[in-house]
């Protein structure tokens, strides 16, 4: 058994999750932002070669008055399932000033690339935490290679879907409860809410459960959107970060 180095990441193929009673990203943000000076100090992350196998079938990014998100949907297209894959992203503003990047030491594992993606399988990869020193207006992005062995058993988590409310003063957000079916722990378990409407993503958020047992005690969870999730289809999925 292994705990991964606990990068997010949200499965599309296999069980579909819908969401997570944790602590929101969003309540992260201003440590993180209080941090930054000395973050962008650290040492860059090398991704190292180029994935070829996993495929950005479309690439999202919205700003509102709580923050700027990234989504990615991707595909795995080889026949071997992936664990780690770092992802590299590189925020511009409209005159193509850099105004944040997350390939510096010191972030949260699951701003800096998928955790776990199966063999054929399709998912999104969001972060919540684009704490641009300008106004974000593009991005590109690099996929490097897996570096972690992927479990012969992808321990069970389900979620309830989810069920969405306003909060007057943080927004709008997701909330329902969480259970680990396997019989291992699971240690900073992410999930992540993504709104879709005709298929494009319109919002999208993250929360963390520092801990959850093998008792097949449910956690509830709350995750909150940055983007508008009003009348849109709401999914969230928590896949596995220990193994």
Known sequence: MRRRAGIAWVLLAGIALVVSGCESTQSKSAKLEAEGGKLAKVEKIEIGASNKSIKVLDK????DQYGTAIVLKVENESGQGQVD?????????????????????????????????????????VNDQVLATGKPATFNYEIGAGEGKYPAKVPEIVVTPP??????????????????????EQVDLLLTAVATKGGKVVAAGRGVIPKLKTDGKAEPYRIYFIGDPTGAKIEVFAPPTTF
């Not at 770092?86 to 105004?99: E, F, H, L, M, T």
């Not at 969405?164 to 396997?182: A, H, R, W, Y």
């Open 60 to 63: 999202y990014m919205f700003t």
């Open 85 to 125: 894959v770092p992802i590299v992203v590189n925020v511009k503003d409209a005159k193509g000033k850099s105004v944040y990047r997350n390939n510096i030491e010191g972030l949260e594992d699951g701003l800096l690339g998928i955790g776990l993606i199966g063999p054929g399988e399709t998912g999104y990869w």
């Open 163 to 184: 069920k969405l409310q306003n909060d007057t003063v943080s927004g709008l957000f997701v909330s329902g409860e969480v259970t680990n079916k396997s019989e291992i």
